[in-house]
Structures are given as C-alpha cells and as structure tokens.
C-alpha cells in the first residue's frame, strides 16, 4: 500500500492553534459585494460575522435591490446601474459618475479593499477584470468565468497586478471536505481506488432563469459540477481522460451530466450533476482496506463514516459558525492581511486546469455559450 499525495492543501485554519474561522488575524478589510442574489445574501451573512470584516458597500442594477440589500445587512454605501449611490447618512452621492454600472462605481469606491463577486457566470469575467484593473483584490464565485481562455486572463491580470485573486469553491475549506481529505491522504482507507459523488436539486425549466439561460452560462456543469469533482480531485487529483455524457435542453444547456474520471494509477471516478433529480447529495471515497461516507450535503458535510475493514464505522461529526462561508472568508482575509496573491488551498492553477476540464466537457456534451465566442473573438 503507498499513502496518496496531498491534492489539496490544508488551510491556515485547519492547523492553526486557533481555528475559530470568525477570529480576527489582522487589520480589518472593507468589502465590497457585486450582486445582491440568494448566494450575496448567504456570503454577507457570513461575512458580517468575521471580527475583521468591514462591509463597505454593495452594488446592483436596481436601486431598490441595492438599498434594501444595504439596510438588511449593514453595507455603509450602495451602489446601482443608473449612476446614483447612497451612503451611510443616506444622502445621495457625486451624478459624476454619469451612467456607469453600478459594480464599476463600487470597484472605484478608494475605501473598497476587496471586491466580492456574485454575479452570473457569463459576468464574472469583466466584473472581476474592472476590479483588479482598479487595484482591488477579488473573490470571484465558482466558475471563476465560463471557460479557460478567460480564467487565463483574469489570472495574468491578478499576477500582473500583484493583486489577490480567488475562485469562490467554498467547499474545499470546511471542516468535513477537509477531515474527508486528510482521512484519505493518511492511508487509513488504503489506495483509493474509486470515488462517488452526486449532486442534484428539481429546477423548474424556464428559459428565462438564470441558472438554464446559455447566455449566463446555465446549466448543470457550472453549478453544480464543481462539487462533486472536489471529491476526485481531492483525493485522486487530476484525471489522466475525462468522459462526459449529458442531457441538454433544447436551447443547448445541459439539465444533467454524467462524468467519469480515468486516472493513471487505474482508479475511476464517477460524477453526477442534476437540475431534474434531487438525489441523495452523497460521496464515498472507496480505497483497497475500506472507504469514507458522507452525510449532509456533499460542498459541506455534517458527518463522515469511516469503515475499514470489518469493523464497525466511526463517525466524526462536524460543527461550524454560521454556514459554512466563514472558513473560505477567512483564507481570503488572511491571505490578503499576509500579502499574499493567491489561496495555498485554492490556487489559481487548480482553477485553470478545472476551467480547462469544463472546456472538454462542454465539448464532448456539445455546450457552447455566447460568451465563448466574444472571448474568442
């Protein structure tokens, strides 16, 4: 038996003599949020709770969204798509700013440090260049943009600039992902040999929502998919052939995808991503003396059982402040405090071979986006 590589690195917190995600460690940083969508909320709830954190200002295209969104979660200032701000004395900001969209107002905000992005996938890529062209570190949701050639840009922009840039896979930092990880990693299991995982949820079809619309980037693949890749990679690493295949809508997104991973050492790997099943949302890392079993969600589990061999399964349970979004907050927060440029944890060259990954896929399924040929172009 050989004991697997490391395939993700343990965050600051996991080894820290203190791990408590909330718990400043160093200057507070002013943030900035872009969007004001259900995944805004939970991260700015989140956010509110880090002794560190400063929740400067926010922007979206409405005002109404924008203002309410400030006054539910204590954002000093708001910003929106007709040129108007407010800030904390409610009083109506400089007309200068003529009709620029509101993320660019708040990217140029100098009290702004780091910019939080939780638009649609197609935006992600000139949100999160606007911000780092105007000096400000980013956490970009997952997917970082909707294919390879603009992670390489925003990348080279980040490196060039000197400026901390993250992909917002929350998911690699909690405590059950990464217990499942060191679990693997010590040889307890054996040789991994396969892996499991699924993740899927009823979306009701509608062209028109975000999360089917091609020209946001809908779709199974880049919302879901990431989730149970982070069980492979994790524990296989990166594959040696992928395989895909898909169900797509008639307008060319896919509503269900199938993965397989082959990887060097003969060990597979097989992924399902749904938004017409609700499935059981599970993981099992499978290995020649046993295997790991989730439950709760797969992107956070609650607890893991370990079976080795014949003997009875142990299982640890995990707990965490809020839900969850506190460990990623807290590896940006201290990378930047620390003058770092990237997350050891979530390293920007894991996001360019996943975003790489999703290229294949998309080309095996037959997946193509608008956004894809103005990139190109």
Known sequence: MTTPNRYIARPHWYTSASPDPIKATGRPLRWGVVATGNIARTMSTDLALLEDA???????????????????????RHYYDDGGQHDDGGTVGSASAGNMPGYQQLVADPEVDVVYIATPH????????????????????????????????????????????????????????QRAFEIADSGEIGDVQWVQADLGFVAPLDRAARIWDPTAGGGALLDLSVYPLLWAWGTLGAPASVTAAGTLTDWGVDSQNAITLEYS??????????????????????????????SGSIN?????????????????????????????????????????TESPTMPLDDSLAIMALFDGIRGQLGITYPADRMSAG
Request: charged letters at 20%; proline letters at 3%; aromatic letters at 8%.
């Open 54 to 76: 400063v929740l400067q200002a926010v922007s979206s295209r409405s005002r109404h969204n924008a203002a309410d969104f400030a006054a539910r979660f204590g954002f000093a």
């Open 122 to 177: 197609a935006q992600h890529h000139a949100v999160a260049k606007a911000a780092l062209e105007a000096g400000k570190h980013v956490l970009c949701e997952k997917a970082l943009t909707i294919n390879a050639r603009e992670a390489a840009e925003l990348i080279g922009l980040a490196r060039e600039r000197g400026l901390f840039l993250m992909e917002a896979v929350w998911a690699r930092f909690v405590p059950g992902m």
């Open 265 to 294: 050492s003969g060990a597979h790997a097989q992924l399902i991503s749904s938004l017409t099943a609700l499935g059981p949302r599970s993981a099992v890392v499978a290995g020649s003396e046993g295997f790991i079993r989730t």
């Open 300 to 340: 956070n589990p609650t607890s893991l059982a370990v079976h080795v061999g014949s003997r009875t399964a142990r299982v640890e349970n995990f707990e965490f402040p809020g839900r969850g979004y506190t460990y990623q907050l807290r590896e940006v927060t201290r990378c930047i405090q620390q003058g770092l």
